[in-house]
């Protein structure tokens, strides 16, 4: 086992590299979203904990207090790479170039989100995944940061709903749409947050539901987006 060189450039690839060693053995045995949960939970929390900026009473940021390091110049390297870590969350999830690279925007999988209130039914998928009068397609004005913490937040509590294929009838109205049960192959992945503070009763949620290709898609484009924004890798060796 090698020393993790830096756990905000050196982890985040390597959790890519043991989901693509390990996604073949877990395809084999039906294990594949569970594997992609277990790597894609910690891969989006350490980064965040460890790069977001909170602001001070005068609106100063304040850097996590472990994001340091001894060598003074690594950890301006690391504030700067946290001040466009920042920046990465305030763009818009649908076209951010710093996330997605030259595509724009997520081309591999397909994106829900909304915000809801008391309607929140896991029984009703047909409701969730774009189809019929509640069609919720990702919201051109949520933020990269919007979406990772509810996912994040919905991975850190167990609250990710797992659906299979989804049944609609010809007037777009589902048909057998249930929670997944047994073995039947997962099409779709349902992340749910509340709204509430932590002493209130729940009475709203935010989602973002996503395909298992499309949580890939983002995992990949996190842990790169990550390294293209260390500003100590135009100091390193091509």
């Known amino acids: 086992m090698t020393i993790y060189s830096d756990w905000l450039r050196d982890f985040p690839h390597r959790c890519i590299e043991t989901l693509t060693l390990l996604e073949p053995i877990a395809r084999e045995h039906g294990r594949e979203v569970t594997l992609l949960l277990s790597v894609g939970s910690i891969l989006l929390n350490v980064p965040m904990e460890r790069l977001k900026l909170r602001l001070d009473k005068s609106k100063r940021p304040i850097e996590h207090p472990m994001a340091g390091h001894p060598d003074e110049a690594a950890r301006t390297a690391n504030r700067e ?6 920046a990465m969350l305030e763009e818009r999830f649908t076209t951010s170039q710093t996330l997605w690279g030259s595509s724009g925007g997520p081309k591999t999988g397909e994106w829900w989100a909304g915000d809801l209130g008391k309607e929140y039914d896991p029984a009703q998928p047909i409701y969730w995944f774009g189809h019929g009068p509640n069609e919720h397609k990702m919201p051109d004005e949520w933020r990269v940061g919007k979406v990772i913490s509810v996912i994040r937040n919905a991975c850190a509590h167990a609250h990710v709903l797992t659906y ?3 049944a609609v009838k010809e007037d777009g109205t589902g048909d057998k749409d ?5 073995k039947e192959q997962i099409s779709r992945l349902l992340f749910v947050s509340l709204r509430n503070a932590l ?6 949620f935010r989602f973002v539901g996503t395909t298992p290709e499309g949580f890939v898609a983002l995992l990949h484009r996190w842990a790169t987006a990550i390294s293209d924004l260390d500003p100590t890798r135009r100091n390193s060796p091509p």
């Open 81 to 86: 790479l946290a001040l466009k870590f920042r």
């Open 164 to 166: 299979g294929s989804i």
């Open 178 to 182: 249930q929670v997944m049960e047994g």
């Open 199 to 204: 002493d209130e009763q729940p009475t709203k």
